[in-house]
Every structure is written in C-alpha cells, then in structure tokens.
C-alpha cells in the first residue's frame, strides 16, 4: 500500500479534530466512473434540496457515498425498487427506517444512464412535517415503525406480525395515532399521508427551469457593480462575460484561479476605475466543457471562444492577469493570439510539474503530479475530497487553513474571506454544479504549458509571494530567469493569495508598464 500523500495527511489532521474519518486513499482510488457521473448529476440536480436524498443504480446500489463518515447521513448500500410500478414511487422500509422511492428519472434530462432511482429518507420528524395538518404531532419511534410499514402497503395484521407484535397491540397503537393525525380511519389516514408526503417530496427534487447559479451569486456580491453579459458568436458556445471596474476602460482579462472566479477585494471597484481598468472575466468552471473532453480539446475550444469573444468586446490589445491555475490557461491563450495581448501578469504562478534545477524537496503540487501520472483514477477520488469539503464551511475553512498554515499572509486572508462567506458560497457552488472543474485544473497542470509561456511575444511579469506555501518561489524564480525579456517580482508579506493581498500595488505596476494614464472613467 502506497503511503498517504500530503494532501490526504492534511484531511485527515484536520478531521481529527471533529472526531470524522476517510477513507482510505487506496479506497478512494477505487472510485467507479459511473459513481463519479452519479456524484456530478447529483449535486448539480439536488443540491438545494431540503430532504435527505440518494441515488441508486439498476441493481439497487447506492451512488452517492459520504466521504466524511456521519452516520446519521448514511443510506443503506443496497434498496431494490419495486417492479411494476404505475406511478413510478412507493415506500419502503429498510433497516427500521422509511424510504421514499422515484423511478422516473428520465425527468431529469441529464441523468446518467445507470442512475434507476431517487431515494428520499423519511424520518418521523419529516412525515409530520409534510403532513398538512399535523406539522406539529411527535410520533414515538413504535408509532414511526408501525406507521412507515403501513404507507410500505401491508396490512395491520401483517406489520403487527413483521415487528413481533400482537394484531390487539398495533391495532390500539393505530387508534393513538389516528388521534394525533386528526383521522376517523387507517384508510383515510394512509391515503392522505400518501398523497401528501408524494406532493410534497415531488415539489422538492423534481428538476426547475435551468438557472444560472453562478450568475446569480456574483450579483449577490457584487451588486451594480458587475455587468453581466452573455455572448454567442456564430455556432459557438455561449460565453458569460462578467465586467468590473471603469466601462471604457483599458480591458484587462483575468484568469481566475481553481478556487473562485472572483477577486476578493474590498476596494478592487474603486481601484480599477480610479486607474481606468475595464476588469474582465469569463468563468470557465461553468462553460460545460469540464469532465467532457480531453485536456487538449478542451483547452483549444475555450481559447477560441475566448478570443471570439474579446474580438467582439474590443478593439484594444488586452492586458492578461492570470492568478495561480489560471496561469496555464492564460499562457495557451497569450501564445494563439499574440495580435490581442500586450502584458501577461502571472500571480502565485503554480510549479510545473519537473521544477527547474535547484528546487526543494516535492510540495504538495508536485507529490499530485506524480500521483496522478501513475494513476489517473487519483484525480477521480482528490476531486470527490475536495467537492466533500468544498461544500460544508467549516471543513473548508480548516482544510484550507492547513494547507495555507505556513503563509500568515494567507492564514490571515482566509479569515477575512470566510468571516464575510463568499469564498464558501463560491467552493460550494462549485463543487455542486461544476462538480469537474478541479478535474480539469489539475489535469491542465500536468501538460507542457510552460512551453507556451515561452512561446510567447508579449512582455511577461511575473510576481510572487516570498512566502508562497504552494509554490516555493525559487522555483518560480527560476522559471523567469529563463526567459530574458520576463520580469520577477517578489513580495513581502504575501503568500499563494498575493493578488487579494497586494491588489493595488499590482495594478500600479501593469499600468506602469503599459504607460497608462491614470484617468478615472
């Protein structure tokens, strides 16, 4: 058994602490392609969801499994639909506890073709809530059973025999709970606790009319501050372009980072119009290229619906800001079209995966790289961890908080941007409804995009954290010491978030060098 790597030792440190485990990396290493599929349809479909839910396959297997281990979370491993069902749901009792089953997933447009049902779990808290009238009636965990075997169908002779119990027993614990519901007769009962808890369970997982959520959250944010335009040239994709800043301004492109599409600055509006900067950003988490094709194939698509896109917005040559994964897209970028950009800006750029001569010992970068290059599936399990933390906060925030410790410039970033949650909402986000994209920033790592950054015309400045925890910054040194008309930067008191933390300086140095004037719009 191979040890753990840096990434895993992290995770589990951190949930020492909350008393949670993993499982084992061998194990997740083991993830099926279609599991991954399930998890991908899954949280895109049902992550607003308010009721417990599962998917399970043909042969009655669960989909979704819970990376951190709570079992009040836990559904059975196996629940076998009932055949021949005319309306398609039924209730079904397993391990003493009620379950909603829906067979009709072909609802849902994009649900992957193994995918046989949706499972909902009924607790006694929850059939009283989606009772019409008896939201506040508290049912004993005898009164639960006896009632969830008779919504499964059976007979109060039968569900008196299938929990051990006499017929006079349940037939008197039956009367109780006709009380507490309001109902003359197990019949109406039944038929109304049905039809109830159907409608409503329906109400809450069947699929709404597509929304952007990504769209929605940046306007949360940011208000009237951020224009929002969606772009269709010719056959090609739709393009969200999101505008900051001055509205006819120098146009500057940002390649955002793994973790948001957004700079988290206070002042960042201020300071982009104060310096004339139109600030824009296309967020490629959510063009519907990940998980889909090849690394190749995807990179090339969306480079040409960024470049049709930006000729469509602009005239003026652009000023390319990349921040850490977005380095690599932006340097396939810059070298295709060398007519459009004037200055590459690389913030907290990421190591390669052979670091030039001289570097230190493997970071957690590089033991990922070397992992992922023996073993693919690895990518498959790291991007079910990080989606499992991405979606609850407070294991986000001490997982990153542990992989940033080193950097105090960072360590005290992250506070700020989780004190005021919208990192959260974004990892969240993400990690539901772009549920590849770290698939795709890690896979684009492992190619040769050094070899583009070479191949580029424009000028090239590189600035860097002395205190980068992720990329030591020898390593980045080295790198534009390679290339004689690059500049390199180094700042004190920044860390792998050297963009947050320096913004304004960073931009008086692009408009330094590109000779701008200062001019408000």
């Given at each position: 058994?191979?040890?753990?790597?840096?990434?895993?030792?992290?995770?589990?440190?951190?949930?020492?602490?909350?008393?949670?485990?993993?499982?084992?990396?061998?194990?997740?290493?083991?993830?099926?392609?279609?599991?991954?599929?399930?998890?991908?349809?899954?949280?895109?479909?049902?992550?607003?969801?308010?009721?417990?839910?599962?998917?399970?396959?043909?042969?009655?297997?669960?989909?979704?499994?819970?990376?951190?281990?709570?079992?009040?979370?836990?559904?059975?491993?196996?629940?076998?639909?009932?055949?021949?069902l005319?309306?398609?749901?039924?209730?079904?009792?397993?391990?003493?506890?009620?379950?909603?089953?829906?067979?009709?997933?072909?609802r849902?447009?994009?649900?992957?073709?193994?995918?046989?049902?949706v499972?909902?779990?009924?607790?006694?808290?929850r059939?009283?809530?989606?009772?019409?009238?008896?939201?506040?009636?508290?049912?004993?965990?005898?009164?639960?059973?006896?009632?969830?075997?008779?919504?499964?169908?059976?007979?109060?002779?039968?569900?008196?025999?299938?929990?051990?119990?006499?017929?006079?027993?349940?037939?008197?614990?039956?009367?109780?709970?006709?009380?507490?519901?309001?109902?003359?007769?197990?019949?109406?009962?039944?038929?109304?606790?049905?039809?109830?808890?159907?409608?409503?369970i329906?109400?809450?997982?069947?699929?709404?009319?597509?929304?952007?959520?990504?769209?929605?959250?940046?306007?949360?944010?940011?208000?009237?501050?951020?224009?929002?335009?969606?772009?269709?040239?010719?056959?090609?994709i739709?393009?969200?372009?999101?505008?900051?800043?001055?509205?006819?301004?120098?146009?500057?492109?940002?390649?955002?980072?793994m973790?948001?599409?957004?700079?988290?600055?206070?002042?960042?509006?201020?300071?982009?119009?104060?310096?004339?900067?139109?600030?824009?950003?296309?967020?490629?988490?959510?063009?519907?290229?990940?998980?889909?094709?090849?690394?190749?194939?995807?990179?090339?698509?969306?480079?040409?619906?960024?470049?049709?896109?930006?000729?469509?917005?602009?005239?003026?040559?652009?000023?390319?800001?990349?921040?850490?994964?977005?380095?690599?897209?932006?340097?396939?970028?810059?070298?295709?079209?060398?007519?459009?950009?004037?200055?590459?800006?690389?913030?907290?750029?990421?190591?390669?995966?052979?670091?030039?001569?001289?570097?230190?010992?493997?970071?957690?970068?590089?033991?990922?790289?070397?992992?992922?290059?023996?073993?693919?599936?690895?990518?498959?399990?790291?991007?079910?961890?990080?989606?499992?933390?991405?979606?609850?906060?407070?294991?986000?925030?001490?997982?990153?908080?542990?992989?940033?410790?080193?950097?105090?410039?960072?360590?005290?970033?992250?506070?700020?941007f989780?004190?005021?949650?919208?990192?959260?909402?974004?990892?969240?986000?993400?990690?539901?409804?772009?549920?590849?994209?770290?698939?795709?920033?890690?896979?684009?790592?492992?190619?040769?995009?050094?070899?583009?950054?070479?191949?580029?015309?424009?000028?090239?400045?590189?600035?860097?954290?002395?205190e980068?925890?992720?990329?030591p910054?020898?390593?980045?040194q080295?790198?534009?010491?390679?290339?004689?008309?690059?500049?390199?930067?180094?700042?004190?008191?920044?860390?792998?978030?050297?963009?947050?933390?320096?913004?304004?300086?960073?931009?008086?140095?692009?408009?330094a060098?590109?000779?701008?004037?200062?001019?408000?719009?």
């Amino acid at each position: 058994m191979t040890p753990p790597s840096q990434f895993i030792q992290i995770l589990t440190t951190v949930l020492k602490k909350d008393r949670l485990a993993l499982p084992s990396e061998d194990a997740l290493l083991h993830l099926r392609e279609d599991e991954a599929s399930s998890e991908q349809f899954f949280f895109r479909s049902f992550s607003n969801c308010r009721l417990p839910a599962n998917l399970y396959d043909h042969d009655g297997n669960r989909q979704i499994h819970s990376i951190v281990s709570q079992s009040d979370s836990l559904f059975p491993p196996v629940i076998h639909m009932p055949g021949n069902l005319a309306s398609g749901c039924t209730f079904v009792v397993v391990d003493e506890r009620l379950y909603f089953l829906y067979d009709r997933v072909e609802r849902w447009s994009d649900v992957p073709d193994h995918v046989a049902f949706v499972a909902v779990r009924l607790d006694a808290e929850r059939i009283a809530a989606l009772a019409e009238n008896a939201t506040d009636v508290r049912l004993t965990p005898s009164e639960y059973l006896l009632l969830s075997h008779l919504l499964t169908g059976l007979d109060l002779k039968t569900a008196a025999a299938r929990l051990g119990a006499s017929y006079d027993t349940k037939r008197k614990q039956i009367q109780v709970i006709l009380d507490k519901m309001g109902c003359k007769t197990q019949t109406v009962l039944l038929r109304n606790l049905s039809l109830e808890i159907t409608a409503g369970i329906l109400d809450e997982i069947l699929p709404l009319q597509k929304r952007d959520f990504e769209t929605a959250l940046v306007k949360r944010q940011f208000g009237k501050d951020v224009i929002v335009n969606t772009i269709s040239i010719g056959d090609g994709i739709d393009v969200p372009v999101w505008e900051f800043g001055a509205r006819r301004g120098r146009p500057v492109l940002y390649f955002h980072s793994m973790l948001a599409p957004v700079v988290f600055h206070d002042e960042m509006i201020d300071t982009l119009k104060e310096n004339g900067l139109r600030w824009l950003v296309v967020p490629r988490h959510f063009l519907g290229f990940e998980g889909n094709l090849d690394v190749q194939t995807r990179l090339a698509r969306l480079t040409r619906a960024l470049s049709d896109t930006m000729e469509y917005l602009t005239d003026e040559p652009l000023i390319c800001v990349a921040e850490s994964a977005g380095v690599t897209w932006a340097a396939h970028f810059a070298r295709h079209n060398p007519h459009m950009v004037s200055q590459l800006v690389l913030a907290a750029t990421p190591q390669v995966f052979k670091p030039e001569p001289g570097s230190h010992n493997p970071t957690i970068f590089i033991e990922m790289s070397q992992r992922v290059r023996r073993d693919e599936r690895v990518i498959a399990g790291l991007t079910q961890i990080y989606n499992a933390f991405s979606r609850v906060p407070v294991l986000a925030k001490k997982g990153l908080a542990h992989l940033y410790r080193k950097s105090a410039a960072d360590t005290a970033c992250l506070e700020t941007f989780f004190r005021h949650t919208h990192l959260s909402d974004w990892l969240r986000l993400i990690a539901n409804h772009a549920t590849f994209a770290s698939v795709d920033e890690i896979a684009n790592l492992q190619r040769d995009w050094l070899g583009d950054l070479k191949k580029t015309t424009c000028r090239v400045t590189f600035v860097h954290g002395e205190e980068d925890p992720i990329s030591p910054i020898e390593d980045i040194q080295a790198i534009a010491e390679t290339m004689p008309e690059a500049s390199f930067h180094a700042f004190e008191n920044a860390g792998h978030l050297i963009l947050t933390q320096h913004f304004k300086a960073l931009v008086s140095q692009m408009i330094a060098h590109e000779g701008l004037a200062h001019a408000a719009s």
